[in-house]
C-alpha cells in the first residue's frame, strides 16, 4: 500500500510525444482523471474539448502540429496535479479568448463565472499597443496575473502547466525567442513553482530553461553525471540496502529511494559556491519515507549512529519548515569509502506536499470555489500579498519588474532568524537588521534606531546569520530612514518599504522641487510653459507615464524618476500635433504675409569673428567653452576683464545666476550674417545624451555622428546603479539648425530618453 502510495507522489508529469494526435491525447487526459475522480462526470470537459478543437481548428503550432493540442497538453499536466475539474476545463480554454473570436462572456454562459475567472487570469493583455516598450507589456500582464492569484490562486497553476508545455517545446521556436523565453522562466515562473512548493514543476522548468539559456553548461553536466552514473548507482544501492537493514532492526517501517540531484540545482551550487562539479559532495541524496514524525527523528538517530555526520549541514525544517510550506529533515554524511552524501527524511503527507505544494491541498468541494479551497493556504503566502502591495505602491512598471525579479532570484539563498517571541523569518542571504525589521512591520522600520543580536548591540550593517535572534529598538523621535539604507538592504520588501517613505514623506518636497525643475528647464530652453501647460497635454503625459494625477508627475520629476526633459518633450509633441490640425489656408497666408515684411536690423559694428557687438569694432571677441553658442542661438556679450568680450548663449547659467552687480557688464551681441564665400565656419557645441543603457548604445550614437560626417572632439560616459546612461558629446558644427537636425535623429535611436545642451 505505502509503495502505491509513493508511486502516485513520484509519478513524472506525463509529457506526451510531440506529433501526438488530439484524440490519442484527451483520452489520456480522461484516463488521468479518472486516477483521482473515479466517479466524475466529465461532460463539461469534454464539451470544453469540443469547444477548443472548434475554435482553434485553423491554427497551427510553430511545430507544424494542431494548435489544440497545446491546451490538451496543459490540462494533462494540471491533471497529474489532481487539481479539480474547473482548473482542467479552464486549461482546455486556456488561449480561446486570446487567440480565436470566443469572448469571456459567451465562456461565463456556457461554463460559468468561475471557470471564465481563471481563463481571465491566465490571458495576456491582448489590447496593449505593440508599439509599447517589451518591458511594459511584460510588467501590465504580470501585474494583471498577480490580480488574478489573488482572488484565486489556480490561475497560477494554469499559467505554470502553459508554461511547462511551452518550454518542452521550445526547440520549435528561433533562437532569440528560445533565450527570451528561457530567461522570463528562470527569472519568473520557476521561482514562483518554487514558492508554492510545487518541485515537479520547478524542477523541470529549471532544467529546460538552463538548457537554452547555457546550453554547453548543460551538455557537460549531462555528460559528466552520465558517465559516473553505474559506479554513482552501485554507491546509491549498497547505501540504500545498507539502511534498510538497519531500518528494519529498529523497527521503523520506511521508504528508501536514491536519486541525482537535478541539472540546476548542480550548476546553482557551482555558481553559488565558485566550485566545479568535482567539489560540489551532495551531487545524490537519499530518501527515507516514514509514516510519523516521531519515525522522522527515529530514523535521523539510527542515520547518525550508522554515518558520520558532516557538522553544520544539519537542517531541521520539520520544525522550521521553509516559507513553500516544504518539511523534511537534512543531513550530510560521510560514507564508509569517505564519499559525502546528503539523506532527507520525511513523511509521506511532507513528501506529497514537497512534490505537489500549494496543489496538494486542494480539496474538492461540490461547491467548487478555489477561494474557499485554498483560503488558509494563501495564508500561508505572505510573499503574494508582499508582490500585491507592490502592485499599489508603484506605478513604474520597470521598477515594479526589477522588484519582482530581484525578490523571486533563484540564485539568492535564505537565512533564518528569530524574533524574541520565537517566531521564525526568512531573510535572503546577506541580510542586515534593516531586512528585519521591516519583515516584522513597515513602522518598526520607519522607526527603527538600533538592533541587538542574540542580546549585543550591534551595527545597522551587521550581516545576519542563521539562528540569530534579534531585537529592534525603535523610537518615536526617529526622523525615519536614512538613503544610506538602501545601499545596506538586501530584500526587496524593504527597498521598496524605504523608497515608499521617501516618496510619501518627502511628496510635497518633490512636487515643489518637480515645478521647480520643470521652469527652469522651459526657461533654458526658451519654451513658453503656460502655453504648454494644458490639461489635455497633462493627461498624455500622465498616460504615458502611469500617473493618476499631474502632482504624482510633479513628485516623480523631483525625485528623480522622471527626467523634466521627458515631461517636456511630450508636452510639445502633442502641443505640435495639435497644431498640425488646426492649421488652416488663412494661418499660412497670414504667416507668409508676416514673415515678408523686411527686418528691423539696427547699425552696429562688425568683428571679424562673425559677431556684431553693438557700438564695437573688431574687439577681441572669444566664446565660452560652458555653453558652446553656435549660430542661430540667441546669445548676449559678457565684458571680461583684460580678455575682450567672451559670447554666451541667453539660456547659459553662468548669465541667469549672474549677480545684479555683473549685469551692466552684459552687451547686446547677435550673428553676423556670413559675406565671404569661404564657406561657413564651424564652432563647438556640446550636448548630453540621457538613455538607458545597453550593448551597443555607443555604437548606434556614434554612426548618427559618422552619417552626417560630424567629427566628435570628445566624449564621455557614465551609467548609475539604475542603469540610466550620461553621455557627454563635444563636435564641431556649422549653426543651430544642423544642431537640431542632428539632435533629432539622436532622439530616434532606441533607448534615449533625453538630450539637453550643456548650459554651463
Known amino acids: 500500500m505505502e509503495e502505491d502510495k509513493l508511486k502516485k507522489i513520484e509519478t513524472e508529469l506525463e509529457a506526451p510525444a510531440d506529433f501526438t494526435s488530439p484524440e490519442t491525447l484527451y483520452e489520456d487526459l480522461v484516463r488521468s482523471i479518472k486516477k483521482y475522480h473515479p466517479s466524475d462526470d466529465l461532460s463539461m470537459v469534454e464539451k470544453a474539448y469540443h ?7 485553423d491554427q497551427k503550432r510553430k511545430s507544424g502540429e494542431p494548435y489544440i493540442i497545446h491546451p490538451l497538453c496543459v490540462a494533462i499536466i494540471l491533471a497529474d496535479l489532481e487539481l479539480d475539474k474547473e482548473s482542467i476545463i479552464a486549461g482546455i480554454l486556456h488561449d480561446v479568448v486570446e487567440d480565436t473570436v470566443l469572448t469571456g462572456d459567451e465562456l461565463k454562459s456556457m461554463f460559468g463565472a468561475e471557470v471564465a475567472l481563471l481563463v481571465d487570469g491566465v490571458t495576456k493583455l491582448t489590447q496593449l499597443s505593440w508599439s509599447a516598450d517589451k518591458v511594459e507589456m511584460q510588467a501590465e500582464n504580470l501585474r494583471k496575473m498577480f490580480l488574478a492569484m489573488a482572488k484565486d490562486i489556480r ?12 518550454m518542452r517545446t521550445l526547440q520549435y521556436m528561433r533562437p532569440e525567442k528560445q533565450k527570451e523565453k528561457a530567461r522570463e522562466t528562470i527569472e519568473i515562473y520557476a521561482p514562483l513553482a518554487d514558492r508554492l512548493g510545487i518541485s515537479k514543476i520547478k524542477i523541470e522548468l529549471d532544467d529546460l530553461a538552463l538548457k537554452y539559456l547555457e546550453p554547453e553548461v548543460y551538455n557537460d553536466l549531462q555528460e559528466k553525471i552520465a558517465l559516473t552514473s553505474e559506479a554513482r548507482q552501485k554507491f546509491i544501492n549498497d547505501i540504500i540496502a545498507e539502511i534498510s537493514v538497519h531500518m528494519k532492526n529498529s523497527e521503523i517501517e520506511c521508504e528508501i529511494s536514491g536519486r541525482v540531484k537535478h541539472f540546476f540545482s548542480i550548476y546553482k551550487k557551482m555558481v553559488n559556491q565558485h566550485k566545479t562539479l568535482d567539489q560540489i559532495y551532495d551531487i545524490f541524496a537519499v530518501r ?3 509514516d510519523s514524525v516521531k519515525d522522522c527523528y527515529a530514523a535521523l538517530g539510527v542515520i547518525h549512529e550508522m554515518y558520520k555526520p558532516i557538522p553544520g549541514r544539519f537542517k531541521d525544517y520539520i520544525a522550521m519548515p521553509k516559507p513553500n510550506m516544504y518539511q523534511s529533515l537534512h543531513t550530510t ?3 564508509t569509502n569517505g564519499q559525502p552524501f546528503e539523506i532527507q527524511i520525511r513523511t509521506f503527507e511532507m513528501h506529497r506536499i514537497a512534490e505537489f505544494g500549494i496543489a496538494a491541498h486542494w480539496k474538492y468541494k461540490e461547491s467548487g470555489s478555489g477561494q474557499a479551497a485554498a483560503g488558509s493556504e494563501v495564508e500561508k503566502l505572505s510573499w503574494l500579498r508582499q508582490i500585491l502591495e507592490w502592485q499599489q ?5 520597470k521598477e515594479f519588474l526589477s522588484m519582482i525579479k530581484s525578490d523571486l532570484d533563484m540564485f539568492s539563498d535564505s537565512v533564518y532568524c528569530f524574533t524574541p517571541n520565537g517566531d521564525v523569518k526568512a531573510l535572503p542571504s546577506g541580510s542586515t537588521p534593516i531586512d528585519f525589521a521591516y519583515a516584522i512591520h513597515t513602522a518598526v522600520g520607519n522607526k527603527m534606531v538600533g538592533a541587538r543580536v542574540n542580546g549585543k548591540l550591534v551595527n545597522i550593517d551587521y550581516v545576519i546569520q542563521n539562528g540569530d535572534r534579534i531585537e529592534i529598538m525603535t523610537s518615536q523621535n526617529s526622523k525615519g530612514p536614512s538613503r544610506d539604507w538602501l545601499n545596506l538592504v538586501k530584500s526587496s520588501q524593504a527597498k521598496n518599504k524605504i523608497n515608499a517613505w521617501f516618496k510619501q514623506e518627502r511628496k510635497a518636497d518633490n512636487i515643489a522641487r518637480g515645478r521647480e525643475m520643470i521652469d527652469r528647464y522651459c526657461k533654458a530652453k526658451g519654451i513658453n510653459y503656460t502655453e504648454i501647460s494644458k490639461p489635455e497635454y497633462m493627461e498624455k503625459v500622465m498616460t504615458r507615464y502611469a500617473f493618476q494625477d499631474w502632482d504624482s508627475v510633479l513628485a516623480s520629476v523631483g525625485h528623480g524618476g522622471l527626467k523634466e526633459g521627458q515631461v517636456v518633450n511630450k508636452m510639445l509633441e502633442e502641443q505640435a500635433k495639435k497644431i498640425k490640425r488646426e492649421v488652416t489656408d488663412a494661418t499660412i497666408l497670414d504667416t507668409l504675409a508676416e514673415s515678408n515684411k523686411p527686418a528691423v536690423v539696427p547699425i552696429r559694428g562688425k568683428s571679424k569673428s562673425g559677431i556684431v557687438v553693438k557700438g564695437i569694432h573688431d574687439l ?8 558652446n553658442p553656435v549660430p542661430g542661438d540667441e546669445i548676449v556679450g559678457f565684458v571680461t576683464r583684460g580678455r575682450g568680450i567672451t559670447i554666451h548663449r541667453t539660456d547659459c547659467t553662468n548669465i541667469l545666476e549672474l549677480p545684479e552687480t555683473e549685469r551692466n557688464r552684459l552687451i547686446d551681441a547677435e550673428w553676423q550674417g556670413s559675406e565671404d564665400d569661404k564657406g ?12 538607458n543603457n545597453r550593448v551597443g548604445l555607443f555604437v548606434d550614437i556614434s554612426k548618427v555622428f559618422t552619417e552626417r560626417q560630424i567629427d566628435v572632439t570628445s566624449m564621455s560616459a557614465r551609467t548609475n546603479k539604475q542603469g540610466k546612461a550620461t553621455v557627454t558629446m563635444s563636435f564641431d558644427v556649422h549653426g543651430v539648425e544642423e544642431l537640431n537636425n542632428l539632435m533629432a535623429k539622436l532622439r530616434q535611436v532606441e533607448g534615449i530618453l533625453d538630450i539637453e545642451r550643456s548650459t554651463g
Do not use: Q, T, W
Open 155 to 166: 490561475v497560477i497553476l494554469i499559467k505554470l502547466a502553459d508554461r511547462l508545455h511551452n
Open 333 to 335: 554524511l560521510i560514507g
Open 393 to 397: 505602491d508603484m506605478s513604474d512598471n
Open 680 to 691: 561657413p565656419a564651424s564652432y563647438s557645441a556640446e550636448i548630453l545624451i540621457f538613455g
Open 620 to 627: 577681441a571677441v572669444r566664446f565660452s567653452k560652458c555653453c
Open 51 to 57: 469547444i477548443a478543437r472548434d475554435a482553434h481548428k
Open 288 to 290: 527515507i519515507i516514514v
